[in-house]
């Protein structure tokens, strides 16, 4: 049965925004097997050599008009193997994908902060730049991302794997949500289970999903049986069998995004963030107000720290928008001493309840839940608390109130994109306006935003 483009997309939409934006159902790294300990594999080859010595390019060639982009760099780093154009589980998954006018948006907006990055670090190494789309099968490039078997950040590694790979993970710090230490882990991995099965990467990619020893078993079952033992001849867990297609596919996708009626956000070949050495603690809100970004910013670039105080056992980088790095350096130097936290931290003692620490601290009870981003009131001995004084508790009794402005509709825009982008409910924007859901290039809209 033949069905429309338009069909297509309104039918798959809103199930694949539910799977991509939530926490992923993938395991992450090795999450079907246990990770031998083992150090960090070195780089196989230089990026010069890793390009001279692959296949021709089943890529195609950038047109003499066309801008150079963060794409058109990642397109230039394709390496494996041309012959999965023809794969009818790569067409499945790209067709599917294809169907997703909203998903490049959606995620290509949350991976700005951090595929610049990743690109780096593959071409340091000379790896593949079809790894660097691997975030976006694991957690559609969300750090935050949390999966049913306990798999974190954009790289989804569970906790063994992340100790495996130095991944420190405590009360304070979750480095696997650290995007630059989980991506030298990750490309580590990969790199080591690269050289596990003999330099082929779709046997290595395989293997990050469901665990060295998985692909390891299925190969050599098929050795045994006189089986090809490529890829695509192994019987895998079926999240694997659609692992690999998935990345192949958003590849092509990539590689030819007019042949698939899509439009790729335009994404810069230039950096998103800078590293800065932080050797002692500072409150992130705080941070925040020296580089003139939001919160919100702070805590997506640096999604590590599990409370609003970098972890006390620095020193640590702290990742700062690019244009705001030299600003925050020098707001930092300036900084006193007794302002770089606005809050102490309180050990929770034996017969200690959330209401009776409020009360000694001259605090609510939500004050209190707020600056430790808890749901609930249980705690437990031994476990550590932020509590709240001076400026930072005055803000937090008194938040200000949301800022007025006005929003020029662009074309492509929708109530749901223009919601996401700030923050807002759909019915909030149709309240403020009076629309519907038809907008045009143009229309000025009113947006009531804290």
Request: proline share 7%; hydrophobic share 40%.
């Amino acid at each position: 049965m033949f069905m429309s483009p338009n069909a297509l997309r309104n039918g798959f939409l809103t199930l694949w925004l539910v799977v991509l934006v939530g926490c992923q159902t993938t395991t992450g790294p090795a999450g079907h097997s246990t990770v031998t300990k083992s150090p960090p594999a070195p780089a196989a080859q230089t990026s010069a050599d890793a390009r001279s010595n692959a296949n021709s390019r089943w890529r195609i060639p950038q047109r003499i008009d066309e801008p150079r982009t963060l794409w058109t760099r990642i397109r230039d780093g394709f390496l494996l193997e041309p012959a999965v154009e023809t794969n009818p589980r790569v067409d499945q998954q790209r067709l599917y994908f294809a169907s997703q006018p909203r998903y490049f948006e959606i995620t290509s907006r949350r991976a700005q902060r951090y595929l610049h990055y990743v690109v780096e670090e593959l071409d340091k190494r000379g790896m593949p730049l079809e790894l660097a789309l691997l975030p976006f099968v694991e957690s559609g490039y969300n750090p935050m991302a949390y999966s049913k078997s306990h798999a974190a950040g954009i790289w989804q590694f569970i906790p063994s794997t992340g100790r495996v790979f130095a991944l420190r993970q405590d009360d304070w710090y979750d480095g696997r949500r650290d995007i630059t230490a989980s991506t030298a882990a990750a490309l580590d991995y990969l790199t080591k289970l690269n050289n596990m099965f003999d330099g082929d990467w779709l046997l290595a990619v395989a293997a990050y999903n469901c665990g060295e020893g998985c692909v390891g078993r299925a190969v050599k079952r098929n050795r045994e049986l006189g089986l090809p033992a490529d890829y695509w001849n192994l019987q895998l867990p079926n999240e694997t069998m659609n692992y690999v297609p998935k990345l192949l596919a958003l590849a092509q996708i990539i590689n030819s995004p007019e042949e698939y009626g899509t439009v790729l956000p335009v994404l810069n070949d230039e950096p998103y963030f800078a590293q800065i050495t932080i050797k002692r603690p500072l409150d992130l809100i705080k941070a925040a107000e020296l580089a003139s970004i939001s919160s919100d910013e702070m805590k997506y670039l640096n999604p590590a720290f599990k409370h609003r105080v970098a972890s006390p056992g620095g020193p640590y980088q702290l990742l700062i928008p690019v244009e705001q790095a030299e600003q925050f350096s020098s707001a930092l130097a300036k900084l006193p001493d007794n302002e770089r936290v606005s809050f102490t931290r309180y050990t929770v003692r034996r017969g200690d309840t959330l209401t009776q620490i409020a009360q000694r601290h001259n605090l609510s009870v939500n004050m209190l839940r707020q600056a430790n981003e808890m749901q609930g009131s249980l705690i437990n001995v031994g476990q550590t608390l932020i509590v709240p004084h001076g400026p930072a508790t005055q803000m937090a009794r008194t938040p200000s109130a949301p800022a007025k402005r006005t929003y020029t509709v662009q074309s492509g825009d929708s109530l749901y994109s223009i919601a996401r982008r700030f923050n807002v409910e759909i019915k909030q924007l149709r309240a403020w306006n009076g629309v519907d859901s038809n907008l045009r290039p143009g229309q000025q809209l009113t947006l009531h935003v804290k």
